[in-house]
């Protein structure tokens, strides 16, 4: 029973090996266990035992069996860190996590790579070199041993060391400034990648892998190793541009969905959504929640005599006065409807939303936007109704909403031009009384018109 033949054992291994890679494409950690497994068994024979069964012929024998484990624990090694490389989606983190790969897979005293990024060569962060790297003096000499390299038919990676300069003498340039034995290859770019900027020869990127061992020949195989992987960084570096070229997109058309297109301030969806989180949050917190509504006053007929075009200025103009009026982060402007807008206030009191009111109101003077079928100006003014509150939880939002459109309404009734306080929804410092300009006591029942 212990007649196996060699030939069939060598041949059940490479099948193995080959098994072992399409178990990791497939999904290598349900079928690690089970491959460990297998190979332990083959490593748990004692030598002596298969020697005497029959099942090697000689030494040699051995020696070749224990350089196939040797090459199936590397091609594992091997995938393991292109499953790592592949994981990353960050650019900087590709290099970072790329480099420390190659340092733990071939045992390298040092690693670096050079990336293009807006037409300049830059180290990674992650530098594993005595000295500084040159970016430019690197580059150049590497382009000159390519070529060399091309000429004479050599392919890549390109050895860099004291015996490789009979064939390349400019190498001499790359060991004056690095010293050793290097490994060169350049990271490839798949074709209309968006790091391509310019139509010239030089690589997009170089990673360079060094040994202080001057006499380190690196391997057929370890150049294949380093092809592959130099490949997966690649790849990784492409899906993670793609990323976040995602991401940015995905920013973009949310501030799109969140902003008025015609005055650049947050829209009615993003007004709805931040007011009823700043009423939860100073609900928390017992703290005062100010809204102020305003209304350009007579702007169908602005509309109607000076045309829709330039009633779009004057609603930018007006945008732009109150944005100039808001100063701290947390407050927010919103182009509420047509021609009426919202103005957010957290932690801030009537006293203070009264405040910001007159400071819309005298901007809006000094900009003094003609208005000659206005009933109450010669200029464009707003009308604007004050509300606050300390929000609970027993309320809604909708309450303050409701209260500021109310004192809106009774503003315009008084003739406009003018701010108006809700008295019942009104908090200060002392009391809602007299201090204010046009503080009244509406009738909640009645709407806005």
Not at 39 to 62: C, E, K, V
Not at 90 to 100: E, H, I, K, L, T
Not at 242 to 257: F, G, I, N, S
Request: aromatic share 8%; with cysteine; net charge neutral.
């Amino acid at each position: 029973m212990y007649q196996t033949s060699f030939h069939q054992t060598c041949t059940q291994l490479q099948a193995l090996w080959l098994k072992s890679s399409v178990w990791i494409d497939q999904g290598w950690s349900r079928y690690k266990n089970k491959f460990y497994a297998r190979t332990g068994q083959l490593n748990q024979i004692p030598i002596p035992l298969l020697r005497m069964a029959g099942f090697f012929g000689s030494d040699n024998d051995l020696s070749h069996v224990h350089q196939l484990q040797q090459m199936l624990q590397q091609q594992i090694r091997l995938r393991e860190a292109i499953q790592r490389i592949r994981r990353v989606l960050d650019a900087q983190n590709v290099y970072r996590v790329a480099v420390q790969e190659l340092l733990d897979f071939f045992k390298a005293d040092w690693v670096f790579i050079l990336g293009h990024g807006l037409n300049l060569w830059r180290s990674s962060d992650q530098l594993r070199h005595s000295g500084n790297v040159d970016n430019s003096a690197t580059l150049n000499a590497y382009c000159e041993l390519e070529n060399a390299a091309a000429k004479l038919g050599k392919p890549l990676p390109i050895v860099v060391n004291e015996q490789s300069l009979q064939q390349f003498p400019v190498g001499q340039k790359w060991l004056n400034q690095y010293p050793g034995s290097w490994l060169l290859i350049p990271i490839p770019l798949f074709p209309g990648h968006q790091l391509q900027t310019d139509k010239t020869e030089k690589p997009w990127g170089l990673v360079a892998i060094g040994s202080k061992d001057g006499k380190n020949r690196w391997s057929s195989t370890q150049q294949e190793q380093v092809k592959l992987l130099v490949d997966e960084v690649a790849i990784a570096l492409n899906h993670s541009l793609k990323y976040q070229q995602l991401k940015q997109d995905k920013l973009e058309l949310r501030e799109l969905a969140l902003t008025d297109s015609l005055t650049g301030l947050a829209n009615r969806r993003q007004f709805d959504d931040y007011f009823k989180a700043e009423w939860q949050r100073l609900a928390r917190e017992q703290q005062p929640l100010t809204l102020i509504l305003c209304d350009i006053d007579y702007f169908k007929l602005y509309n109607d005599y000076y045309g829709h075009p330039t009633g779009d200025i004057c609603l930018a103009k007006v945008s732009d006065v109150l944005n100039r009026c808001i100063r701290r982060p947390a407050d927010l402007v919103a182009r509420y409807g047509g021609e009426e807008f919202a103005v957010v206030l957290p932690n801030t009191n009537t006293e203070g939303g009264h405040s910001v009111a007159l400071a819309i109101q005298k901007q809006l003077a000094q900009v003094a936007i003609p208005h000659f079928t206005s009933s109450v100006s010669k200029a464009v003014t707003l009308t604007m109704g004050i509300a606050t509150v300390v929000p609970e939880h027993q309320r809604t939002s909708q309450d303050l909403l409701q209260a500021a459109d109310l004192a809106l309404y009774h503003a315009k009734q008084q003739g406009r031009d003018r701010i108006y306080v809700h008295a019942h929804y009104c908090v200060q410092s002392h009391n809602c009384s007299g201090s204010l300009a046009q503080v009244a006591n509406p009738d909640l029942s009645q709407p806005n018109n």
